[in-house]
């Protein structure tokens, strides 16, 4: 990994490690041999699955065990994660076998989430549980604040294109109206604009994807006022 690419990636992680090796070891693959980042991985999982937990145990006060449940599942499943790891353009730096090189490893979601747990792993050892829960809530912050407590509901942006098209109306645009922020905590600004509403819906989040899913729920919660138990 060179010295600009390793540290870019520091900046979108918001973290600069005292014990540089750990970083390095987070991102190697098991398929460099036997010094590989199985073992932080397996602490990043339980230090994500407690963190995730507790964010959604005081987010949503009232939700039983099961529901708690499922929506940390949903948060820290592999797509999920892998999403992470390419908003951080994780993998051009991680540190992979000759095999899982050439047949475009960096490039497989197991592998990409994998890195993201190992990462939590390493800053856990490096700086402790309060480094760790920092960068945690920093990088999941944006999904949390979408996240609904029924998860039985389709996502805003599929919602909202099945509402249009049961009216016979054009599908909703999505533009990227403005990009800011420092490098580690990029925050995308999109307007979503509906033929049935007057004016665009503006959301702003660390991804550009869950910045249109908050753009399409608040154009849908738009459209139910205006259209009373419209939303079917």
């Known amino acids: 990994m060179n010295t600009i690419s ?6 979108r992680l918001g973290y600069e490690f005292k014990d540089p090796d750990l970083f390095d070891l987070a991102l190697t693959h098991r398929s460099c041999g036997a010094r590989n980042n199985e073992r932080l991985e397996f602490l990043g999982d339980s230090i994500l699955n407690f963190i995730i937990g507790e964010a959604l145990f005081e987010r949503f006060d009232e939700a039983k065990e099961g529901q708690l449940s499922r929506l940390r599942a949903q948060m820290v499943k592999g797509e999920t994660l892998a999403e992470i790891a390419r908003e951080f353009d994780l993998g051009p730096n991680l540190n992979l076998g000759e095999g899982e090189l050439k047949s475009g490893g960096f490039r497989r979601d197991s592998i990409l989430a994998d890195a993201v747990e190992g990462l939590i792993g390493a800053i856990y050892r490096d700086g402790g549980m309060q480094a760790a829960r920092d960068r945690v809530r920093v990088w999941y912050q944006s999904r949390l604040d979408a996240l609904q407590l029924d998860t039985n509901r389709k ?10 098209q049961a009216r016979k109306a054009a599908l909703p645009v999505y ?4 990009v800011g922020g420092e490098a580690h905590a990029q925050q995308f600004t999109v307007a979503c604009r509906c033929e049935l509403l007057p004016e665009a819906t503006e959301a702003s989040a660390s991804s550009r994807r869950s910045a249109e899913k908050m753009a399409a729920a608040a154009a849908l919660q738009q459209l139910s006022l205006s259209n009373p138990g419209g939303r079917g």
């Open 6 to 11: 390793r540290q870019r990636l520091l900046n």
């Open 155 to 164: 996502d805003p942006k599929t919602e909202l294109q099945e509402y249009l």
């Open 175 to 178: 533009e990227v109206i403005d």
